[in-house]
Each structure stands twice: as C-alpha cells, then as structure tokens.
C-alpha cells in the first residue's frame, strides 16, 4: 500500500498536476487550497510561495516557483514547474529513507514514511504493545484493551493477523508471539522513547 499525499496550494493547477502524476503512480492524493495547520499525518506537498509560514517537516517537500536559494534551507523544495516523474521520485526518495520506527497516531501508524490507518480495536492493541517496551503483554492484558474489554483468544488472533498484514508487507517480523504468553513487539522497531536502553 503507497502512501497518502496531500497537497497543499491554491492553485488548482499545480494541484490537478500532482494528482495526475502521483495518482498514476499509485498515490492516494487530496488537495486542500487553505494553508496546513497543526500537525498532518501524509507526505504533504506545500506551496511555499502561497503559505510562505507554513510548517514544514523534513518529510515534506516543498513547492516554489523561486529559485532554490529564497527557497527554505531544510527539506526537499521542487521548483515549478518541475519535470515530469520529479514528484513520484521526491515521494520515493522519501519512503525509501523513512524511519523504521513505528510512530502512533490519533487513528493509525506511521510505519517507514506511510501513515496506516487502523481499526479501533488495532489501534488499541497496537498501542497496548509499544507501551509495554518490547516486553511480551498477555493475552489477557490485550483482552481488555479491546472492545468491552474481554473478548475471545481467537478474536485476538484475528485481529494481530490484520496488524500483521499492514505492518510486515515488507517481509518484516515487527510482532512477536510468545509462546502460551502473548504477544510483543521486536524493540528495533520502537523510538527511543519507547524502547529501552
């Protein structure tokens, strides 16, 4: 699954540019004409000559019709109008560099630069296990983060099959089951934060 992309500018121009380029690609793309604000979860391009103030984080490409030098000094910046296939590869540049750790939001993961959303009861889990810090929480522990806070052993496995299935497309083994115990989450994949030293 390809990351979501949202745009932020007023031109619809540039806008319907980059849908057409990152939709081909097989990017999901919104476009919004007002400025960002707060925190965004996507990849996001940003008009800096529209919202010169904008914030703006490292995984956000920047889209400017000056030259490089007035644009900002961190993070990727496309002048426009850019060539054709320089969006995809901004966009693949970024996921191929993305973090490794997992990164919880208010209703999914961001896992190596992509934001998955998550069921309710994912979510839970999910958070169930960063918090314990690599260390195994039992199924019962689990239990009671889920809806109604009992539910069966086979409801449990059903539902870390679904986590499994977003998280270790890659081939990864980020949710580890201990046998007759639970489940954990292999530390190389915590934040600092989270993991312990």
Not at 35 to 47: E, K, N
Not at 63 to 78: K, N
Not at 91 to 115: C, D, F, I, N, Y
Request: hydrophobic fraction near 35%.
């Amino acid at each position: 699954m390809k990351p979501s992309i949202t745009v932020f500018t007023p031109d619809e121009q540039v806008g319907q540019l980059l849908r057409l380029e990152l939709g081909e690609a097989g990017y999901r793309v919104q476009i919004h004409t007002g400025a960002p604000s707060g925190a965004h979860d996507t990849l996001c391009f940003i008009d800096l000559d529209a919202y010169p103030d904008a914030p703006m984080r490292e995984t956000d490409v920047g889209l400017t019709r000056r030259t490089s030098a007035d644009a900002r000094s961190h993070g990727t910046v496309l002048s426009l109008p850019f060539p054709i296939g320089a969006a995809v590869a901004c966009v693949e540049r970024r996921a191929s560099s993305a973090s490794p750790l997992l990164r919880m939001t208010e209703h999914g993961v961001v896992w190596k630069g992509r934001h998955i959303e998550l069921t309710e009861t994912e979510h839970a889990l999910l958070c169930a296990l960063i918090e314990a810090d690599g260390a195994t929480v039992s199924r019962e522990a689990l239990a009671r983060c889920m809806r109604g806070g009992t539910s069966s052993e086979g409801a449990i496995n059903v539902y870390i099959h679904y986590l499994r299935k977003k998280l270790e497309a890659g081939g990864e083994r980020i949710l580890l089951s201990t046998r007759g115990g639970g489940y954990r989450i292999d530390r190389r994949y915590l934040a600092p934060t989270n993991a312990s030293t």
